[in-house]
């Protein structure tokens, strides 16, 4: 088994019961919103996994708990999804808003907290997929690369260990330098950050889309996904066979 967490925060689908009459997307929309099937695509032979079940559009738990709407519409709690879609009726109250943090919310951080105390953990992963070509609220534009790997400018990993992936990612998917890139378009989340370094390693990883599903139909291609996940397991299985001999 790999040494490592794998934290996976946006590919639950899952609508909780407090929300559900307040609700105004379509499942087609929570799909959308989230990182699609990352619960199988990063399904790999890790010591620690903590997987979010719960819609992205609900709760963001790649969010500070205080990063709320109307400053941010794409808070830890959202007014509109990353593709300008309005998520709720009627936003939820400030009696809801805490009830989805303390019962959603905190306890995937508690989680997360408890797997880095691990001694076996040797390193972390905040594993995402993005859209081949960047929503209205990213960072970037155009197409993206195939890969991108966030170390937070180095302040959450060692770039050396970040580099080393990089190849790994590269050598494993045959992929020419500029179809794996480092922290652009994302530098890493709050999870990222927040964690980072301070116990342990970490690294978000973000693969493009396309690699894997039929994103123009949100149609999940599991030919593809089979050999994404498995060229994914391969790279890792590289990666620490060189990191930590």
Known sequence: MFPCLLSIPHGGTEVPKEVENLLILSPED??????????????????????MKVARAIVDVNRAPNDLPPENPDGVLKTETAFGKRVYRTFPSRELMEELLRK????????????????????????????????KIA???????????????GRACPRDLTELLKKCLMEVFELP???????????????????????????????????????DKLKKDDRKLLKVRRKLSLSLSLFFDRAYL
């Open 104 to 135: 959603y919310y905190y306890p995937y951080h508690r989680r997360i907290q408890e797997e880095l105390d691990k001694e076996e953990v040797l390193i972390a992963f905040d594993c995402h997929s993005m859209a081949p070509v960047a929503p």
């Open 30 to 51: 929570l799909l959308e919103d989230g990182d699609p099937f990352t619960q199988e695509l990063y399904d790999l032979d890790a010591i620690s996994k903590v997987v």
């Open 177 to 215: 330098d500029k179809e794996v890139t480092i922290n652009l378009p994302f530098a890493g989340g709050y999870i990222t950050r927040t964690y980072g370094l301070k116990r342990k390693p970490w690294i978000q990883i973000e693969t493009r889309r396309d690699l894997y599903m039929n994103w």
């Open 139 to 153: 960072p970037d534009k155009g197409k993206r690369p195939a890969f991108c790997l966030g170390d937070a400018h």
